[in-house]
Every structure is written in C-alpha cells, then in structure tokens.
C-alpha cells in the first residue's frame, strides 16, 4: 500500500501542485517568474520521488481500488522520469523566454504541470478508458499552450488546426474502445490479450475496426504517416519552450502508451507488424523529405521530429521480440528528449524578442559571437544526426541492434538510410552557425540565466546518457 | 611504461583540444599547449615502440566493460600493424606546430582532437568503440575545413563529410549485423574484433554486410571510385588539415580494412579480392593521370596521394604475406614522403600565395634546403631505391605478382605514370627560369628545417636499413594468415591463377 503510493507519489505531487498553483494563480500577488520556479520546484520534487521508489517487475497500484488500470514497471517509470525532466527545463526555460516575449500570465505553468500530469497518468495506465481521460488531460493543456500567445495569428491557425484534429483524434480512440468493448467485454489490455490469443484479431470485425481506429489515434498524436501534416504548422505556431515541451513530454507519453499497448497484447503487435513496418518507413522518409526543404528552424525540428518518430516506430515494430527492447525505446526517447529540449532551451533566450530570429539565414555567424550556445546546439545537433559519442548516436545505435535482432533488416538499413538524408539538415545549421560571418549582431543582454544553465545542463545529459548507458 | 598509455596517447590530446576551445587562450598559448601536447604523445609513443615486443598478438591491452548488456567493452591494443600508423600519426603531427605558427586557436585545438581520434581508431580493439572513434575523428575535420579552408570551402566540406558520414553509417549497420550474428552463433553479445573473427558468416546478406564494411573504408581511403570528394576537400582544407587527410587519415582506412574486413569476411573477401584489386589499379591510373593534368600545385599532389593510396589498397587486397607485409610498410612511407610534401607546399604557398605551377619556377637556387628536402620526399614518392618508398612498393609488386600476375603488372608499370609527373613538376617548380613571384622567396628557417630532418632522416633510413622495422610488422600479418578458422585456404580458384601462391603454409 505505502509502495503503491510512492509510485503514484510524482503523480499526485505534480498533480495537486498544478491545482494548488492554479487556485494561487487568481491572486496577483504571485508574479510569472515564482510560478516558473514553483513549477519547477514541483518537477524537482517528482523526479526525485520517482528516481528513489524502487519498482521490482510490474506492480498493479491500488489494485483493490482500480482494479488494476494502472501498472508500474520499469518501462514506465524510465518514461516518468523523462517526462518530469522535460517539465523542469521547460519550466525554467520558459522563465527566460518570457523575459523577451510578453503573453505569460501564471496558468502558464500550471497548464505544464497539468499536461506532465496527463502524462504520467498515460506511461501507466493499462486500460482504455483511463487511456482516453489521461490523453485528454494532456491534451486539452497543450490546445491552450500552443495558442497562449492570442495577439498572434500563426498561433491561432496552429490551435485551431490542432484542436479540431486533435478533436478528431480523441473521439477515433473513444470510437476504437467501445467497438473493442463491443467485442471483449472489457478494456482492460490484459483482458483484450487474453481474447486475442484465443479468438484472433481477425475473427470479429468489430476488434479490427477498434484496433484500427486506436491505431489511427496514436499514430496521430505520435505524428507518425499519414498524419503527420498537422505537425509542422502546430509546433511553428506554439511558442518555443511549449514546441519543446510538446516535441519531447507529449512524444514520451505517447510512445509509452504504444508501446503498452503492444507489448500486452503481444499477439495484437503480430498481427500489425507489415503495417507498421510500412507506417514506420514511410514516417522516416516523410519527415525527411519535408524537412529538407524548410527554411525555419521550427519548422525543420517539427519535421526532425517526424523522423525520429519513424525511429521509435522501428523500435515498436521490433518490441516483444527481445528482452531489451522496451528499454531501447525508453534511452531513445531521452536522448532525443535531451538533444531536443536542449535546442529548444537555446532557442528560448536565442531567438530574440518576438522570435524574430526563425530561418536558418537568422542564425548565421552565431559562433563568432556566441561561441558556447553554438558550440552547446552544435552538440544537441550532432546527438540528433546520431554521431558519437553522443546520446542519439547510443539510441540510434540500440534501435538498429533491436531491429536487426528481431530480423527486420530491411527496416534497420532503411533507418540508416534516412538518418543519412537527416545528416544534411542537421549540417546545414552548424554550417550556417559557423562558416559564414555574422549578419546581425547577437549582442542584446541575456535577461535571465536560467535558460543557458538548463542548455549547459542538457549538454552534460546528452554526453552523460550515452557514456553511462543505465537504463539498458 | 605505465598500464594505461594508450588510453593516455588517445585522451590527452583530445581533452587538451576541448580545454583550448573552451578557454580563451591566444593564438601562441594554444599553439605551445599543441606543440607540448603532441610532443607529449610522441615521447610516449616512443617509449611504446621501444617496449612492444613482435609476438603479433595485441599488446598494452586495456579491457573495461562498458555497456555490459550487449558486450561492449572499452577495450585497446596494439599490434604490429596499427603500431605502425600509430607511430605514423605520433611522429608526423607535431611537425604541424612547429611549421605554422600563425594560425587561430580553433585550428590547434582541432588538430590536437583529430589527433586523439585518429589514435583511438588505430588502437580501438572493440568494433563500436572503433567506429566511436572513426566518427569523431570526421569532426575537427568538417570544422577546420569550413572555418580555415579556402574560397571554395563549404561545398567541398559538405561532401566530404556527407560522403563519409555515409559510408560510415553503412559500417554500422554491418557492425550491428555481425554482433547479432555472434549472438545467434555463440549465444552471447559481444563486439570485440577478435571474436568476431571466429564468426562463420555465409549468404547473400553477409556480402552485403562485407560491402557495408569496404564502401566506409573506400570513401576513406579513397579506393575508386569513391573518390570523387578527395580533389576538392584537399585542395581547399588548410594545408594542415590536407597533411591530416592524406598522411594519417586516409591510412586508418586502408588499416580498417586489413584489422576488420580481412579476418572477418575471409571468404566474402576472397571472393571479390580480384575486383578490389583491379579497382585499386583503375584508382592508380585514374588519379596518376589526372595529376598530371592538374595546374594547382596543391590539387595535383592531392590525386597523387590517392594514386599512391591505391598501390597501398592493391598490397592490402593481394591476400598474401608479401603484399600485406609491403602494404603496411608502404603506409609509413607514404604518410612520411606525402606529409612532408603537402608541408612542405603549405610553406611555398604561404611565401608566394600561389599554387599556380606555372607561376613557379628557378626556387632550387633561391632555396636549395628546401629544394633537397622536397627532392627526397619526392622521389620517396615515387619508389626511388634507397628511400622508404621503395621497399614498400617492391613488396607490394611482389606480392601483386604471386597473386595475379596481371594485377602485378598493371601495378609495377601504374608506377612509371607517378614518376612522370612528379619529376615535370619539380622541373618547373624547383629549376627552369626565375619567376618573379619567387624572386623573395626565402628558404627554410632553422628551426623549420630541424624539424624536417628527422623525418627526412626516416626517410633514407627506412629505404636503406627496413629490417628493424619489418621485425616488428611481420608476426602480425603471419598471423593473419595463419588463424585457425581460416577460409582464405579455400580462395575461388578463379581468384588466382594458380591456388597455391595464393595462401600462406
């Protein structure tokens, strides 16, 4: 019982915290920049909770009570803990941005503790129904982050065209639940693989149709192909430290689900494997494609995003069939989390008032004046180009290994392949930062020095990840 | 000799690099830290040859398990043939400091982190903690060639590194593709080099894993015809970075392919030794006469280091004792005769700002050390008896013989075609009629041409005395040749005119 409530303890910490911030937040007494710092306090404390509870195989929380719809493991708590660090450098980071940018009231960070909170809910939950609330708590926060600033058009299009896709993709997971309610009697993922082991996917239409329509729904939120359009304009619409948030918390969460929900219904990922072999490669090469072509910065990392995407989808397709494979997913989502929010980080006291700096062109000459944010977003590049010795290189090499094991080898070339093509984009800002001279001058004042120390920090994480890989 | 040099040799450069970049220290602080730094390696180095005893096995071995899950150990050692590359490497790079002592605090840095890289590469005994090395070694390069380079730099950047970044990338799934292989054989993850030799690979797929292997080591190298990025980065990297490139970088490729492909993909290699080596020929050829159609100094020894990197390939692709043996040796050589030109070039370059040949000429009279030095890393070069290029080339010609005897003529005879344009160019650089931009042309300091006489001196000794040197390489290329598991026995009868010639008893 006091176990059970450890493990549940990041999640009533950060939960009640954002109810707590969000009553204090009516008085004005409590300025933006306590908020950010209690915010992150929260994450802290968290994390730190969550790094101590020890978790021996999986343990049902509270199962007299939720009857087993939530489940602690391994898998979920390395996901926790990726998520709670990626609300703390938001947080902090987003305490820098706003020394630039004017649109912060205190919700701000009560709406990032809420979504983290839906996070959390979502890495453990084994059931469909809590899998429908939790994605709706972290969605509903992230619709009203992304269109936080409201003087701003291009923020307004990218909510609107997130809320009504996003709507859309809510009501496909509830519609895939019920036809898979219809056909097992129960939501609960150990009940639908236990029906799936005995009767078979493809015996009652009603349990493809569902699995069908919560395929559509994940693959939405996880930006996979075919739909990943939305992705581009959303993450160029939000405000920077909301696109990292999004880019790295909400695409952890969503991978934990995934992979959840596949490796429970083990015989369910069977089934499904050519089709997300086909979504995972198309994904890739999609994300590629687009990103090629982009001219801002934003919009290049929403397609990278893509991409990498299409790399814990390899991860997925190759899960259940060894050991390790849930915690390769795991190290790649934080060392992308790290090589992401670290550019993010930078971008957020970079970018200028206003984020006038956007394109590629913007950011020329940077090392000339600003050697060590170029040589730190160098480092973040670099670990999301896969070069060693950095995190994403470990990740990116755990994937291939996981792919290759479990005899997709065509899937692991094509992966290499394309994070060859991703070499170019990612080349082309440190070509951009470094060999050409500067257009403008990068010299107005830091306002606040957290968003650099949380850049420094992510550095030492994307070196740190990869020499001592843990979790593995 | 403590137990950890080679770590030592590997890191002390490389943290010296960050440090120099992180501070803000001037340009003559970081080129005496570079100078102190390189010395420093080389003097243990040194102590390193002096205590490495010819047993062909790997010796100073360092083994730390590092991701335990999957066998990857931190593991280091060295034979007699990365001994030699890593001596390669010590001796010529310190040169550097000594020659420019002008340039930006980046420059020396770079070079002193490229240094480390290429050392980890050659002692690296664990694969992925070889390609770890083999790719950061790609980075002081990427950057020095942008920041440094000249007019025409970033494209010449961008396809060098997306070239190798390529072929390594390739390297990597075929890496994995052999651990998962050793897993399904042996049941258990391990990636260290000579385990991987005891694989027993077969298929279709290990073909292309083998390919995935050769292309990143040909892109190196570079073998045609994957060559196409060389021209242009030599030409237009600092004449520091091109002496990198051609002298040690270009080497680790060729000793990539002899420390992994060769005991790993015995049979695959067998199997397709014949069309490396006509390719190696082609590479000779190809570059040999495009050099003498060049008119930049600078890019006409850039396809004459390629040329010559094919007659190394071609030793390193013959499959027997003599070619191998050759093929290494031909690796000092060369590293020591090219880096001493390409240096040397930098200093013509510096002096006159030109590279035209034809704006040259009569400098033999206004610089006669430097027209001697030059003179004998040339004709090095080009396989003069009593230089180290000689007895290199004559191996490998030996050995290309026993193995096909085409393949050996082609090679003996490609030679005469580096002879060729060597000599017309040191006719119009160094004699023919003055040239008022060499008119000032001054020669080398004191303190230049102390530092060039000790590899000068490597020079001559290697052609006249190899013995001590061969002692130290030929247990270990026996030793490739005499591994239990050997397919190299079995060679395609059609590999080689006559079967027996071809493998060692």
Redesign the interface.
Known sequence: MTNDLMLLMPLIVVGVGAITLMIASTYNKLSHEVAAFVTAGLFALAFLVQVTSCIAGDTILFSDIFSGILVASKFSKAAGLIILACGFFTALSSQSYFKQNDFCSTEYYCLIAYAAAGMLLLTMAQELITIFIALEIMSLAIYILVGYDRDNVISAEAVLKYLILGAFAGTFLAMGSALIYGAVGSTKFVKIGEYIASVGLTQSPLMIGGAFFIFVALLFKAAAFPFHAWVIDVYDGASVPVTGYMATGLKTAIFAVFANFLVTDGALQQKWITFLFYIAVLTMFAGNLIAIGQQSLKRMLAASGIVHSGYLLIALVAVGSTE?TGSVIAYYLAAYAAGTLGIFCALSYLGGANETRKTFDDFKGLAQSRP?SA?AITVFL?SMA????TAG?MGK?YI??SA??AGQ?TL??LG?LS??IS??YY?RLI?NM??YNAEEQFNEPVLSSFAPACTLALVVCVFAISLY?IM? | MFEHVLSVIIFLPIVAGLLL??SPASRTVSRFTGMAVSLAALVLSLDLYTGFQSTGYLEFVEKVPW?T??GISYYLGIDGISLFILMAASVLLPMVYFIFGTREKGYYANLLIVQGAMTGAICAADM?LF??FW??ML?PVF?ML??YGGTK??PA??KI??YT??GS??M??AI??L??SY?AQFNEWNFSMEKMAQLNLTGE?AAIAFFGFMIAFAIKIPLFPFHTWLPDAYTEAPTATTFVLSAIMAKIGVYGVIRFVIPVFDYEFARFALLLTYLGVIGMMYCGLAAIAQKDFKRMLAFSSASHMGVIAVGAFCMNIQALTGSIYQIIAHATSTGVLFLLLGILEERSNTRTISDFGGIASKAPVFAVYFAIAMLASVGLPGTSGFIGEFMIVLGAIKFNAIIGVLTGTTLIIGVCYMLWLFQRVFFEKGNPRTEQFKDLSLVEGLTFLPVIVLILLMGIYPQPFLSKITPSTALQFNQPTHTLAHAPAENALKLELTTEK
């Open positions: 390790f060590y040589a670099l896969g070069i060693p010795p290189f090499f291939i290994t290759i094991n080898v692991a070339v290499i994070s060859i070499i170019w080349l070509v470094y060999f890989p593995i | 970049l992180v991701i899950s999957l992925i390609y770890i790719e950061v980075l950057f942008g920041l730099r970033l950047t961008l590194t997306l970044i390529a990338l390739l990597l799934a994995v593709y651990g998962v897993h797929i």
